[in-house]
């Protein structure tokens, strides 16, 4: 039920987001090193991602409410403030990400916020909600790795923040092609619900629903050919959640393979650009291993179209990911 309202509401919410997107003249400014075919999409109304930010806030808010006041020992206090802390940290990023989408659509560019100024803001962002979990009595500081684990003690808090860094870009850098973040994050969460009901985790159980149904609904409007893209507020919101979930059942090595398209996809711009500026240096002139980055448009110049890569990443995320489930499991 928890899916099925988070999917009707953001497909009711997105028909007045969109509407309202298309008012404000809210269209997105396709980069100039993308590919050459995505120049059609130029002008699609972006920010697209308020319709499922509001659309899952609605189902948590009755969710929630109705759990707290039936079922308080399934989930008490103690478990709504963790849920409002998964809020707490995708909100944040899902604003940083509308102030960054909102200075391209006023100044009709495709560069919003500089790239210090996300990073400052994401790492206060993150510092705070593990500084609130610390509070809230979350203090292991092992890293799960499975069958293994081990403790880190005070460095596990600045290597957190680097993970949530690196997860939240990663997603941003994955919604380069319509329906594939929306797609491989409905997988995620999917996956994320089986991982928390087996940790007996209620509280996120419900968050991962609402969100795996704020996608869905989303589809319908983010699909090939897209009507609308999620753009950084949508996108830096998948990113943050997927983050605090992941992060918050201490299975890292899991959270690694429910997350590993996205960080396959951030890799490879890493190792695009590290390697095309050591043999600039070295020969003269760049050279690429890749035909494109992030490495879904690698895909597209080798002739995939759009559904075959939502299709393909999404199927070897869900993979993936029952592989990190059956480590849960096990």
């Known amino acids: 039920m928890t899916l099925l309202a988070g999917c009707v509401l953001t497909m009711i919410l997105g028909k007045f987001v969109l509407a309202e997107l298309r008012k404000l003249k809210a269209g997105q400014e396709i980069r100039q090193d993308g590919p050459t075919w995505h120049n059609s999409k130029a002008g ?23 759990f707290h006041s039936s079922a308080p020992e399934v989930l008490g206090p103690q478990q709504m ?3 409002m802390l998964v809020l707490f940290l995708a909100f944040g990023n899902g604003l940083i990400g509308f102030l960054d989408d909102f200075i391209k659509v006023i100044k009709h560019r495709n560069l919003g916020l500089t790239a210090w100024q996300k990073i400052v803001l994401q790492v206060v962002a993150a510092v705070l909600w593990l500084a609130a979990m610390y509070w809230l009595g979350d203090r292991d500081t092992t890293i799960g790795l499975g069958f293994t684990s081990f403790d880190i003690k005070w460095f596990y808090y600045p290597l957190m923040v680097l993970v949530i860094l690196y997860l939240t870009n990663a997603v941003n850098l994955t919604d380069g092609v319509d329906g594939l973040c929306g797609t491989v994050t409905l997988v995620a969460m999917l996956i994320f619900t089986l991982v928390c009901s087996k940790l007996q985790m209620e509280d996120y ?30 996108s830096m919101y998948l990113g943050a959640s997927v983050a605090a979930i992941g992060l918050a059942t201490h299975q890292h090595l899991t959270m690694i393979l429910v997350a590993l398209v996205y960080i396959l996809e951030a890799l490879s711009v890493m190792i695009q650009v590290t390697y095309f500026k050591y043999t600039k240096k070295k020969y003269g002139e760049g050279r690429r291993i890749f035909k494109m980055t992030p490495i879904h448009h690698h895909f597209e110049m080798s002739g995939f179209s759009e559904y075959k890569i939502v299709i393909t990443f999404s199927l070897f995320g869900a993979i993936a990911g029952l592989c990190g489930l059956l480590l849960v499991i096990l």
């Open 205 to 234: 159980t419900l968050y991962t629903m609402a969100l795996a149904g704020g996608c869905l609904g989303f589809l319908v409007w983010n699909l090939h050919p897209a009507k609308c893209f999620m753009g950084d507020t949508g």
């Open 44 to 66: 699609t109304p972006t920010m697209g991602g308020l319709g499922f930010i509001f659309g899952i806030l609605l189902t948590i808010g009755v969710v929630y409410g109705v």
């Open 81 to 83: 403030a963790a849920g």
